[in-house]
């Protein structure tokens, strides 16, 4: 999945955390992100993925959550 080697999901969860303050429709752009993120959960390839990710970020373990991440992505593409 793109969004994991691009570090996107990162990023829109770091848009929801700090606000969006220059957006003209903050409430609405903030619930199409989380649609977004939903939608990526939904992945039966990547989904767990993205759910291990909001966990890690919850419990403040980001870093680990990158290179868990990485070594899934790498056994999923092999196989």
């Not at 990162?10 to 903050?26: K, R, S």
């Amino acid at each position: 999945m793109q969004a994991l080697k691009t570090e996107t999901i990162p990023f829109l969860v770091g848009l929801l955390e700090t606000g969006l303050e220059a957006v003209d429709n903050m409430a609405a752009t903030k619930a199409q992100i989380v649609k977004a993120l939903k939608a990526m959960q939904l992945s039966l390839k990547y989904g767990d993925q993205v759910t291990l990710f909001f966990f890690c970020q919850f419990l403040g373990y980001y870093e680990q959550w990158l290179l868990m991440a990485t070594v899934i992505y790498h056994s999923n593409s092999i196989s």
